[in-house]
């Protein structure tokens, strides 16, 4: 097997949960997003954007869909005779086996897949963030600082801080002190889950926490602070583009209202970094007459003939006549008939809404699971206020 | 009924450069249509959508985009170790030819056509627009037992017919479905049967046909073959009734797409028969600005709108300015309509910048074309 300077192991076994109903049937990588993306796609696209050619995926949770959906990475332009893309699940051995019980014994069980390529270097990525960011220049700034882990770090609200590892730096960059989700940060240069190992060092580490009986064999909580405790030479790489964790609903819809902000500094059209995806063929979508779209991503196969403001539209989504859909996100085939209104939701996939529905409303986000079906007029989330004709709105009143 | 027993033939089209401007510098089967697509790619859609596996192309004049765009048949799941697809040389290269269905372009790749194992053949055109399930066709084929089955459209036409066709092969049947007349033509315009190129027949009789052919160096389909031969063979007509297209000038080219505006059109022609599969592309899902203002249109994806767009069809990757007004036209793909232009009833191929302040007027008789990378 040809050796390879860096191969990435993509953690994408991750349940979620505090996505809820969004990854009651999916693993957390495999959450659509932004119209024509699943949430792993940016990670993917980004190893292919920057010369990574292999890579290990690491899957448990729920891996049905995204299996398939991986396949042998072609997708990604990452399908190669030598390397490309490997699912990598949990497996027994001749001494029985386990599941992976955490970050690091993911990857530690999986040392074989990284010793066939005898990388100099390893990238370890997690499926579940959106952002656009260039590896090899990551690589290069840890092989210039001659690093044992270089931890890509990003500085993030100070109220948000205590959701990530946190770390104060040197002045040449060189990481002093790291606390895995503080109570109370002392930094909000916060770690973006992405990780340069020298092989030889994950090696060893990985291999010393396995047999720590104690450990919760987490890169964060267990690996990388042992490595500081031991005096690694571990450098942070300060990241200042666009990145978000889309780990919980409001974050996730937040994400997704910044992508149609150009404000945001997310720009999912530039052609020099392209995200790739996979989407069934679908014909392009179809606007009617008398419609308003605006603010809006809408994607091929939709056939829209209301409203849609604010608003991320999957592929395949009809929205019927006089239909007001607002600050929402719409997932693939979603049916909503007449007169309805929708505004500050998530609405799952295949879902049927009928006619003269209120979904939402209000500063909350309202969840909508896959595969419902609503009958005419249900009222959903948060009471709204809205400008209709009385007598609609007391039929509403009344169901 | 199993379709492993049927192969298709994709023919390539006599006038290469029927669409002036379009066809300058790729021929029709590979000509930009619906927002997404080519045109070959709603007849090989039906074919693999039907289950056949084993798929020719004949391909002649100006093949470069046709064969960039097939490749090896990836998007249509023909890459396979055995059949697949086949992109096959024309017999000549006469771009223009009097021959309706040139045999002659079989009777080269004879070798493949004895290669092949299946006991049946689909010939198409590569210039229609339809949602055909061909099983159905074959099991007609069979319980007629048929030599030739050619598919039809019955036409009746409104007054005034919006869409004549030209240079159309019509058909005269008797109440069993039997061919008893063919004629080429141009159709008077109450009630037509309209054949649409497309044929079923088993390959013994077609190496048969080609052995004729090659004695008598005929090597017309529809003139030196089935016109005369209306007794001799069993010539039945299947009717298809979902939507058809068949693009052959620039005003069908226009007219049709229009067509794809009504969105009961759209639903039967891409909802009916399977997916339609067109080479894949990468991006984003289409961009509305808050200044967007976009009434009956079609648009693929990866475009970024904040002007006006009425009646118009939008390939993928359009930019539309602020102030722009584009109505009753067709944009192909990566158009740039700068700020404060009005367009009405124009077709810009695929690349064309059209800059600030710009006015560009056609009509639906004569649709303006502007040529592929142009700046105006």
């Given at each position: 097997m040809q050796t390879k300077e860096c191969i990435a192991m993509l953690l994408?076994?991750?349940?979620?949960?505090?996505l809820r109903v969004l990854t009651k049937n999916v693993a957390k990588p495999a959450v659509p997003f932004?119209?024509?993306?699943?949430?792993?796609d940016f990670s993917l696209s980004n190893c292919r954007n920057s010369g990574i050619d292999t890579v290990g995926v690491l899957t448990q949770y729920k891996p049905l869909f995204l299996n398939s959906y991986i396949g042998i990475g072609s997708t990604w332009d990452l399908?190669?005779?030598?390397?490309?893309t490997t699912i990598l699940p949990p497996f027994v051995g001749e001494d029985g086996g386990e599941w992976y019980k955490g970050t690091a014994h993911a990857v530690y069980q999986n040392l074989d897949f990284i010793e066939?390529?005898?990388?100099?270097n390893v990238l370890i990525l997690s499926g579940d963030h959106i952002y656009k960011m260039d590896y090899s220049q990551l690589l290069n700034y840890h092989k210039e600082k001659n690093a044992d882990i270089t931890i890509a770090v990003i500085e993030v609200p100070w109220e948000e801080a205590g959701r990530f590892g946190v770390m104060a730096l040197s002045e040449?960059?060189?990481?002093?002190e790291f606390q895995e989700?503080?109570?109370?940060?002392?930094?909000?240069?916060?770690?973006?889950g992405v990780y340069v190992f020298r092989t030889d060092v994950l090696k060893s580490y990985l291999t010393m926490d396995a047999k720590?009986?104690?450990?919760?064999?987490?890169f964060g909580k267990n690996v990388i602070p042992r490595m500081l405790a031991e005096g690694k030479k571990m450098f942070a790489y300060p990241f200042c583009g666009y990145w978000k964790d889309v780990g919980t609903i409001e974050s996730y819809w937040m994400a997704s209202m910044d992508i149609l902000?150009?404000?945001?500094?997310?720009?999912?059209?530039d052609s020099a970094w392209c995200i790739y995806s996979a989407n069934p063929p679908q014909p392009p979508h179809y606007i009617g007459a008398a419609v308003r779209v605006k603010e809006a991503l809408i994607s091929e196969g939709c056939s829209i003939h209301g409203e849609v403001d604010h608003s991320v539209i999957f592929p395949g989504v009809t929205i019927g006549k006089g239909s007001q859909v607002k600050g929402s996100v719409i997932m693939s085939n979603v049916k909503i008939e007449a007169n309805v209104k929708i505004e500050n939701a998530i609405i799952g996939e295949n879902t049927v809404i009928g006619d003269g529905s209120l979904i939402g409303g209000g500063s909350k986000i309202t969840m909508v699971e896959d595969n419902q079906k609503f009958a005419p007029n249900t009222r959903l989330g948060v009471l709204l206020t809205i400008k209709r004709a009385e007598k609609t709105l007391s039929e509403v009143a009344g169901v | 009924m199993t379709m492993k027993n049927v192969m298709g033939i994709i023919h390539h089209h006599?006038?290469?450069?029927?669409?002036?401007e379009i066809t300058r510098h790729r021929c029709m089967a590979s000509v930009p249509y619906?927002?997404?697509?080519?045109?070959?790619d709603f007849t090989l859609s039906n074919m693999v959508n039907s289950g056949i596996c084993n798929v020719a192309v004949i391909a002649d004049f100006n093949i470069r985009s046709l064969i960039e765009h097939l490749g090896r048949g990836k998007d249509w799941g023909?890459?396979?170790?055995?059949?697949g697809l086949f992109i096959l040389p024309a017999?000549?290269?006469?771009?223009?030819?009097?021959?309706?269905?040139?045999l002659e372009d079989l009777f080269r790749n004879v070798d493949y056509l004895e290669r092949s194992k299946e006991k049946y053949v689909v010939l198409s055109g590569s210039n229609i627009i339809s949602s055909l399930d061909y099983k159905k066709v074959l099991r007609f084929h069979e319980e007629k037992g048929a030599d030739v089955t050619l598919i039809y459209q019955s036409v009746n036409t409104?007054?005034?017919?919006?869409r004549v066709h030209s240079e159309a092969v019509l058909l005269e049947l008797d109440s069993d479905g039997r061919v008893t007349e063919l004629l080429v033509g141009k159709p008077g315009w109450q009630s037509y049967n309209l054949a649409t190129d497309m044929y079923i027949f088993e390959k013994s009789l077609l190496m048969r046909i080609l052995r004729e052919c090659l004695r008598y160096q005929q090597w017309d389909?529809?003139?030196?073959v089935l016109c005369k031969q209306t007794r001799g063979l069993k010539i039945y007509a299947y009717p298809y009734e979902g939507y058809l297209a068949i693009i052959n000038s620039i005003p069908d080219y226009y007219y049709y797409h229009m067509d794809l505006l009504e969105p009961g059109i759209w639903r039967k022609l891409?909802?009916?028969?399977?997916p339609v599969y067109t080479k894949l592309k990468d991006g984003p899902s289409t961009k509305y600005y808050g200044t967007a203002d976009v009434r009956n249109a079609l648009v693929a994806n990866g475009c970024m709108i904040s002007g006006r767009v009425e009646n118009s069809v939008l390939f993928r990757g359009v930019r539309i300015a602020k102030g722009a007004w584009v109505k009753n036209s067709i944009i192909m793909s990566e158009g740039d309509i700068g700020e404060d232009t009005l367009l009405d009833g124009v077709i810009l191929d695929k690349n064309v910048c059209v800059q600030r302040g710009g006015k560009l007027t056609g009509d639906n008789k004569k649709p303006l074309v502007i040529g592929k990378r142009l700046v105006v």
């Open positions: 994408a076994g991750g349940q979620g949960s505090r932004g119209g024509q993306y699943r949430i792993i399908n190669y005779q030598q390397g490309g066939q390529f005898q990388p100099e040449q960059g060189e990481i002093v989700k503080p109570e109370i940060p002392e930094s909000n240069l916060a770690s973006m720590d009986s104690a450990s919760q064999n987490d902000d150009d404000k945001a500094n997310f720009n999912i059209f | 006599k006038n290469e450069q029927a669409l002036q619906g927002g997404n697509y080519r045109l070959i023909l890459d396979k170790k055995n059949d017999a000549s290269t006469q771009a223009a030819n009097c021959r309706k269905v040139d409104p007054h005034p017919p919006k389909f529809i003139g030196d891409f909802y009916s028969c399977g």
